[in-house]
C-alpha cells in the first residue's frame, strides 16, 4: 500500500532556529497536505498543496509540493515556543495517505 | 464559524458497554472519516463515507459501526467487540479541491475514550 516517510520522527531546537522536514513516497501524489497537532487536540491543516512544484507560505511557515509529486516539504523560520507540536504530512491520489509525524520541541 | 464538532472531549467506558462518539460539521463536506490514534501508530481509518447512506470499512473497523443518515453527521459507535478501545478519535471531513485526488481533509477537536 501507499505510505508516506516523514522525517525526522522528532526535532529538539532552541527558539529562533528555521527548521526543515520531509515527506516521501514512492507513490505519486496529486495533494500534499501539513498539519499541526498539539498535545490533545485536534490536527489543524496550516498549508494545502495541489500542483507539482508549488511553493505556499502561510506567516513563518513554507511548504513546497515536489516536482516529482513524491515529495514534500515544510520549513518554519525563527521558531518560536508555542511551535511546539506534532506536524504531519498527509497527500491524496485516489486515497489519503498520512505520514506518522514529526515531534518538534522547541527550547526556550 | 464552519467547522467540525465532536462531543464529549473525553468518554469513559465500562466492560461490556456499547459508546457512541459524536461528530457533526457544517461545512457540507460529502465525505467524512473516522481514525484511531494511538502514540507512536500514527493515524489509522476506521470507517468512511463518501455520502448519505453510505459508508465504507477502513484498515480497522473491527468492533466498531456508524452510521450516515445525514450529511452532517458521522456517529461512531465503539463496541463490547472491540477489546481494545483506549485511544484518542479523530473525526474528519473533507472536500474535493478540483482535479482527479485533490482531496483537503479537516479534523475535529477529537474525543478521548478510557475504559474503567
Known amino acids: 500500500g501507499q505510505q508516506l516517510n516523514q522525517s525526522p520522527q522528532s526535532m529538539f531546537i532552541q527558539e529562533g532556529e528555521d527548521v526543515s522536514m520531509n515527506c516521501t513516497s514512492s507513490s505519486i501524489f496529486n495533494t500534499w497536505l501539513w498539519y499541526k497537532q498539539d498535545p490533545g487536540e485536534g490536527p489543524v491543516l496550516l498549508i494545502a498543496l495541489y500542483k507539482a512544484g508549488e511553493l505556499t507560505s502561510n506567516g513563518r511557515l513554507t511548504a513546497q509540493f515536489g516536482i516529482t509529486r513524491k515529495d514534500s516539504f515544510l520549513n518554519i523560520s525563527a521558531s518560536i515556543p508555542s511551535d511546539v507540536g506534532i506536524y504531519f504530512c498527509?497527500?491524496?491520489?485516489?486515497?489519503?495517505?498520512f505520514g506518522k509525524g514529526t515531534l518538534l520541541t522547541v527550547n526556550p | 464559524d464552519g467547522g467540525i464538532t465532536q462531543s464529549p472531549k473525553y468518554l469513559f467506558r465500562k466492560e461490556g458497554q456499547n459508546v457512541t462518539l459524536s461528530c457533526e460539521q457544517n461545512?457540507?463536506?460529502?465525505?467524512m472519516y473516522w481514525y484511531r490514534q494511538d502514540p507512536g501508530q500514527g493515524l489509522r481509518l476506521i470507517y468512511y463515507?463518501?455520502?448519505?447512506?453510505?459508508?465504507q470499512k477502513g484498515d480497522i473497523a473491527e468492533g466498531y459501526s456508524v452510521s450516515r443518515e445525514k450529511k452532517e453527521s458521522f456517529p461512531l459507535t465503539v463496541t463490547s467487540a472491540q477489546k481494545n478501545p483506549t485511544a484518542f478519535y479523530l473525526c474528519?471531513?473533507?472536500?474535493?479541491?478540483?482535479?482527479?485526488?485533490?482531496?483537503?481533509?479537516?479534523f475535529g477537536p477529537g474525543t478521548r475514550l478510557l475504559v474503567l
Open positions: 498527509g497527500s491524496s491520489n485516489y486515497k489519503l495517505t
Open positions: 463515507s463518501q455520502i448519505v447512506n453510505d459508508f
Open positions: 461545512l457540507n463536506h460529502d465525505a
Open positions: 474528519a471531513s473533507s472536500t474535493r479541491t478540483g482535479g482527479y485526488g485533490q482531496e483537503t481533509q479537516y
